[in-house]
């Protein structure tokens, strides 16, 4: 079972900045993709941005393509979203989760979802 915290959101002024982390425990994390999405209310769950096991590749949604960026650190069993040049548009809650797929963007191949973290953007 693997358990993943995600933290970072909180409001921010469109155009501004946030970084997001997602601590992950009790499964062995640089086995897996990770990815993260995000789901405003009454929308369905929608894919941002994926990241291999190694970190050494990636793939973002058009939406956010040249705005936001995914990392990883698998010594510290995190993973990162850094955002940029934000939009009201990007307001939803966010969220990680695992993969044994790549590159996946459908949410039904991952697991494991964390409680999300709130990012709202303000115009």
């Known amino acids: 079972q693997v358990q993943l915290v995600e933290s970072g959101g909180g409001l921010v002024q469109a155009g501004g900045s946030l970084r997001l982390s997602c601590a992950a425990s009790g499964r062995t994390f640089s086995y897996y993709t990770m990815g993260w999405f995000r789901q405003a209310p009454g929308k369905e769950r929608e894919f941002v941005a994926t990241?291999?096991?190694?970190?050494?590749?990636?793939y973002y949604a058009d939406s956010v393509k040249g705005r936001f960026t995914i990392s990883r650190d698998n010594a510290k069993n995190t993973v990162y979203l850094q955002m940029n040049s934000l939009k009201p548009e990007d307001t939803a809650v966010y969220y990680c989760?695992?993969?044994?797929?790549?590159?996946?963007?459908?949410?039904?191949?991952?697991?494991?979802w964390g409680q999300g973290t709130q990012v709202t953007v303000s115009s």
């Open positions: 990241i291999n096991w190694s970190g050494g590749s990636t």
């Open positions: 989760a695992p993969s044994s797929s790549w590159p996946s963007t459908r949410a039904k191949d991952y697991d494991a």
